[in-house]
């Protein structure tokens, strides 16, 4: 059985100031897509699919060659603002892509059986990969689908606020809750969010929180386009709204039809949400070759993978 790991590398870096999916912070221009590839390849994923934006994938297609080159197949996926659902049309003035949700369906297309989700600018580590692997197919894949887990105090950015999939575990472990809070920020020692719906919220950083990396089966991705189109219906002509796969996830676990196996990562994230997490995203980088974690050359380590 195939065992895809979706990319998702569509994202605006706004925030960000530049290509976050492709900003060299290996010793040797690697991106922190690159190690995660590399991280689930070593865990069994035989082939990766990236989502990105029409305009920017010859440069990630020329940087995928260039470090991954023929270690695992790949293929490109565009997420298109006028990628909708037969009897939608999308507003004229939309810009933004329609969020997680909607790039998650964009890979699904063309994968038959269970399948990885990451996104390319999070590192997550190789112990999140084996576990994921093992969940999905080793396993097979005793839930529906799978989230591996983060804890919330460990994620916060120096920089600014972050959004986080706050979570909620129930009986035997399994994922009862997750919801979306943005601007996720310490100040003066407490760490503050807002929700979706404008309130504010305290948090103590002990929480549980999603960094998208998620392990689904045919099922949930069923699931997941009709609440697509029932989105769509009720949000179809706005500019703005996002349909998040957190938030989609959320709704198939209440109405019963999901069960999300939550996975603990045995490694530490780092990420780049804001320009002044550079700095400490490379040290961090550097501090896992030091320890032999990742090797100096990722493209040359692939190519002891083919």
């Known amino acids: 059985m195939p065992a895809p790991l979706v990319v998702l590398a569509a994202g605006l870096s706004t925030r960000y100031g530049r290509l976050k999916q492709l900003d060299p912070l290996g010793p040797a221009g690697e991106a922190i897509m690159d190690y995660n590839v590399y991280d689930a390849a070593r865990a069994g994923f035989d082939e990766v699919v990236f989502v990105v934006r029409g305009e920017i994938e010859e440069a990630v297609r020329e940087h995928v060659a260039r470090v991954v080159g023929g270690a695992l197949p790949y293929r490109f996926v565009h997420q298109r603002v006028d990628d909708l659902p037969d009897g939608f049309r999308a507003p004229p003035d939309r810009g933004k892509p329609w969020g997680t949700g909607h790039a998650v369906l964009c890979a699904a297309r063309g994968i038959a059986g269970p399948f990885a989700v990451c ?27 799978a989230l591996v887990g983060y804890t919330l105090r460990e994620t916060l950015s120096g920089s600014g606020g972050v959004a986080r999939g706050i979570c909620v575990l129930g009986r035997e472990g399994l994922l009862a809750r997750i919801s979306e809070v943005r601007q996720i920020r310490r100040i003066d020692g407490w760490i503050t969010g807002i929700t979706l719906d404008g309130e504010p919220i305290e948090l103590t950083g002990d929480e549980i929180v999603s ?41 198939q676990i209440e109405i019963g039809a999901t069960r999300v196996g939550v996975l603990h990562a045995e490694d530490h994230w780092f990420g780049v949400t804001h320009a002044g997490d550079r700095d400490r995203a490379r040290e961090a980088l550097a501090a896992r070759i030091r320890r032999g974690v990742y090797p100096e050359n990722l493209a040359e380590a692939f190519r002891t993978l083919t």
């Open 211 to 251: 960094m998208n990396l998620w392990g689904f089966t045919p099922p949930v991705i069923e699931l997941l386009g009709r609440q697509f189109r029932r989105f769509l219906f009720y949000w179809g002509a706005d500019t703005v709204q996002e349909f998040y796969l957190s938030t989609a996830l959320n709704g």
């Open 119 to 145: 996104n390319a600018d999070d590192l997550y580590g190789p112990g999140a990969f084996r576990a994921l692997h093992t969940f999905l197919f080793a396993q097979g894949a005793p839930t529906e689908a």
